[in-house]
């Protein structure tokens, strides 16, 4: 395998284990909002119902679209913003091993961000 090939082979398993992951987090929450439970905390003061629905969006609806590598920069935007927001503000207070958790996230999808889809992706760049 030569270096382009192991490079864009990286990038999809980014994308793949990133995005997977991160869908462990969001479905749980699309589930409570289909169920019609829409409490959920309100950190930055959008309201309940906002803030679950922008956490759906951005914990299923763009890592399926980063996973599938589809507009992966951009869709990795939110991903990040969500993931600062739960790193410094939902658990700002909370000991680095709680916070550990959003800042890989964060981490991550920004390395996604920066990279982009690669070769094996709906954009195929």
Do not use: Q
Not at 41 to 47: K, S, V
Not at 79 to 99: E, L, N, R, S, Y
């Amino acid at each position: 395998m030569n270096n382009t090939a192991s490079y864009n082979l990286g990038l999809l398993l980014l994308r793949m284990g990133f995005g997977g992951m991160m869908l462990t987090h969001g479905i749980p929450k699309l589930l409570k909002m289909i169920s019609g439970d829409f409490s959920f905390g309100d950190p930055i003061g959008l309201g309940e119902t906002a803030t679950l629905i922008l956490a759906v969006l951005c914990e299923v609806f763009f890592p399926i679209l980063v996973i599938i590598g589809f507009k992966t920069r951009l869709s990795a935007i939110p991903v990040i913003i969500t993931m600062a927001v739960a790193a410094f503000v939902v658990h700002a207070a909370d000991p680095f091993g709680i916070k550990e958790k959003a800042i890989l996230y964060l981490i991550g999808f920004i390395a996604i961000a920066l990279l982009g889809a690669g070769k094996y992706s709906v954009d195929k760049k």
